[in-house]
């Protein structure tokens, strides 16, 4: 029997013509040749060609160079086709390998594009995180870059990890579904670098870069205004920011603290609550929800200032990225912006 030789590896020439054609008629079918453009039906073909490959190289303990001679292969007999290069073929063994079973590919990763399953092998490793990507992808129709931007602001460890009293102040099916729509802690690293000090500021930045700021409030998000103005007896109140959520079907008021968490912020809070369901709320709207962002809080002082409101909020830090990045030995041994400050005014 002939045989290929690559090197020190040892192919059969029968055995590859044999896989070769068993590939060119499973692109060649008729069936995928109408549906070739669909999404489910290409991931599925390149799942396909990954198991292939992972089934050669098993049995046959043919190397890796076959990818290179398989994708020349292929290339001349489907010029058309852009996806057989080295690179895409070995996505497809990663694929295959990542995914062992086919139903996982058919319910979920054949929901979502080849290139965001490209993302999620490039940029995760554990099989549950890219499930869960995978399933918020077809959810909220992510685009590649937006699901990159999910994945490094690692979304799984920070949604519906907010501090509330959802559960006592809800019905179940909305505190469940309100839960996991809010998370902690909002990350708004496209404020730069600049610590916002001053509410004022840190609204005024958020406005400025309102697509991001919705972006990380997550789908659903509608914004309504900013300061929005309450008057209530003969006092004037300024709710930072109002936003409508279209499938919690509520008014949602958003308070901004560029300071720790005080028990006081969420008596205020409550009563903007309070006043935008008398004032605003319509016939079928749900009850407002209310989110106080703060600099920095302790979840037991948090949990404990909640308990007793019957009206539903929600208590979450805010930081930057580069806050985020840093280690935390890094974060005790960097001086805070009031010890430089203290330092200069010397």
């Not at 009293?165 to 309100?178: E, I, K, R, T, Y």
């Not at 870069?209 to 309504?224: D, N, R, T």
């Not at 308070?255 to 009563?271: R, Y």
Request: aromatic letters at 10%; a positive charge; proline letters at 3%.
């Amino acid at each position: 029997m002939k045989e290929i030789k690559k090197g020190i590896q040892k192919i059969s020439a029968k055995s590859y013509a044999v896989f070769l054609s068993n590939l060119k008629k499973r692109i060649q079918q008729d069936r995928l040749r109408v549906v070739l453009a669909s999404n489910a039906a290409l991931v599925n073909l390149y799942w396909d060609i990954g198991q292939g490959i992972i089934k050669k190289q098993e049995e046959e303990g043919w190397g890796a160079k076959v990818i290179d001679r398989l994708s020349m292969d292929l290339g001349q007999l489907f010029p058309d086709m852009k996806g057989f290069s080295p690179r895409n073929l070995k996505y497809m063994r990663a694929f295959a390998s990542a995914w062992p079973k086919r139903a996982i590919v058919q319910e979920v990763l054949a929901q979502i594009t080849w290139y965001h399953n490209v993302a999620l092998l490039d940029k995760l490793d554990d099989a549950k995180n890219r499930i869960w990507y995978a399933r918020k992808t077809v959810e909220h129709g992510w685009s590649r870059n937006i699901l990159a931007i999910q994945i490094d602001l690692q979304l799984h460890k920070r949604q519906g990890k907010v501090v509330s009293n959802f559960s006592a102040a809800l019905p179940p099916v909305d505190s469940d579904m309100a839960q996991q729509i809010f998370k902690d802690p909002y990350v708004f690293d496209f404020l730069g670098t600049g610590d916002s000090r001053r509410e004022a500021e840190l609204e005024q930045g958020l406005i400025n870069h309102i697509q991001k700021f919705l972006l990380e409030l997550g789908s659903g998000f509608a914004f309504v205004g900013r300061q929005v103005h309450l008057e209530l007896g003969d006092s004037d109140f300024y709710i930072d920011l109002l936003f409508y959520h279209l499938k919690l079907r509520c008014y949602v008021v958003i308070e901004l603290k560029a300071v720790e968490f005080d028990p006081g912020h969420v008596g205020k809070l409550n009563m903007y609550l309070s006043a935008v369901d008398d004032i605003l709320r319509h016939t079928g709207d749900k009850p407002t929800i209310g989110l106080l962002l703060v600099r920095k809080k302790n979840k037991l002082v948090a949990e404990y200032a909640l308990r007793g409101f019957k009206k539903p909020i929600g208590v979450a830090q805010w930081e930057t990225q580069i806050t985020r990045a840093l280690p935390k030995t890094l974060k005790t041994i960097l001086p805070t912006i009031e010890e430089i400050e203290k330092e200069f005014s010397k």
